[in-house]
Nanobody, 114 residues
Framework: QLVESGGGSVQPGESLRLSCVVS????????IKWYRQAPGQERELVAS????????IYADSVKGRFTISSDNAKDTVSLQMNVLKPEDTAVYYC?????????WGQGTQVTVSS
């Protein structure tokens, strides 16, 4: 199970921190990804972190603004989002692939608007 939290409504330039708390498996053995989906658009990869944070990937659109991190003791993956832009408005989802199956959280809404 994956449970996201931390979404909200902010103004451009502000920050938010999303959290994904997992249960039923250990993040230290799995790659966890954050995706987002804006209205009328396809779901897109935002950031990915491999076990123990060895490999981290960001979408070009968020590089330098977003930071993904993991806390193995809490089985939590976070996404720190700084300098938010209106185009970052979307539902953000946590994702993991386990035993050839895809698991998604319920999503958390992020709205950036002046």
């Amino acid at each position: 199970q994956l449970v996201e939290s931390g979404g909200g409504s902010v103004q451009p330039g502000e920050s938010l921190r999303l959290s994904c708390v997992v249960s039923g498996f250990f993040i230290k053995y799995n790659t966890i990804k954050w995706y987002r989906q804006a209205p009328g658009q396809e779901r897109e990869l935002v950031a990915s972190i491999s076990p123990y944070g060895k490999n981290i990937i960001y979408a070009d659109s968020v590089k330098g603004r977003f930071t993904i991190s993991s806390d193995n003791a809490k089985d939590t993956v976070s996404l720190q989002m700084n300098v938010l832009k209106p185009e970052d408005t979307a539902v953000y989802y946590c994702y993991v692939r386990l035993a050839y199956e895809d698991y998604w959280g319920q999503g958390t809404q992020v709205t950036v608007s002046s």
